[in-house]
């Protein structure tokens, strides 16, 4: 949410909209691959996640977009970017006692993915960012 927040304020500032697209990742898929409601289970959690950032966005008076997508992450977004153009805001991991190196290594190859591949700007927010109230 981070980094939703973050976007959110950097499009109502700008006044551009704000793309939020979501990448289906390792995090979100549900426990027990045998389970035979794990499809079921998946979509659960991603409308949940779709569910809450439509919440906060529907209240942020900025024009945006909400998309889930599969896929290596630098390659949808570098296709995003390049559809919209504007730059990238990238939410890192909250802390948690999950993988750290698997943290680690899904963010570094995401943006070497996009400093590789795509032509615009890529701010990081950090999992503990909070809006500043002016």
């Known amino acids: 949410m981070s ?6 304020g950097f499009a109502r500032n700008l006044d551009v909209t704000l793309h939020v697209i979501h990448v289906v990742d390792h995090f979100d898929l ?3 691959f045998d ?4 499809e079921e289970d998946l979509q659960h959690n991603l409308d949940e ?3 809450e950032a439509e919440s906060y966005l529907s209240n942020s ?3 945006w977009t909400y998309e889930t997508a599969r896929g290596d992450p630098a390659a949808v977004l570098t296709r995003v970017g390049r559809t919209h153009g504007g730059f990238f805001l990238i939410g890192s ?6 993988s ?3 943290r680690l290594m899904y963010s570094s190859s995401t943006l070497r993915g996009l400093r590789k591949h795509a032509d615009l700007p890529i701010v990081v927010i950090p999992p503990n960012f909070r809006k500043v109230s002016s």
């Open 3 to 8: 980094a939703l927040h973050a976007g959110a």
């Open 30 to 32: 549900p426990i027990g």
């Open 35 to 38: 389970s035979p409601t794990w």
């Open 49 to 51: 996640q779709r569910e």
């Open 61 to 63: 008076q900025i024009s």
């Open 93 to 98: 991991r909250k802390k948690s006692f999950n």
């Open 100 to 102: 750290p190196f698997s």
